[in-house]
């Protein structure tokens, strides 16, 4: 089985023998492609969020999609059939925690509340807010 990420890396699932017993590897091997659809899901609702937003909200989402697809790639690359049934037979959030934890969602979540910051210090009062 292989895919072709948005971040255009090929990956080929039959690349690795993956390592357990028969009955793990069997298991894991059913979770896999269920993994990989939750990346392919919030992907998708990244690039939908940001399709209608502005310059900067789309080159920030462009960024957590890449670090999403480098995500991807570390879990899909692992071969412990084990590492699947522990971590992704069930799915819950996963994968935004992966994101949530990256040090560069970090920096651009923080950066973000940086400008939101400033704004609310130097924007003037709104004119609805104005007494005459």
Known sequence: MAWKTSAGNNFDATERKMTGTPGQIAWAEQIKPWVSAEFDRVARVLARAASSRGHQVQTDTQAVI??????????????????????????????RQMIGQDARYQAIKARKAGERRLREDFDPVPPEQIKT
Request: charged share 35%; glycine share 4%; hydrophobic share 45%.
């Open 66 to 95: 890449a670090i999403l697809e480098e995500k991807r790639a570390e879990v899909m690359a692992k071969v412990q059939a084990g590492y699947f049934i522990r971590n992704w037979r069930e799915l819950n959030d996963q994968v």
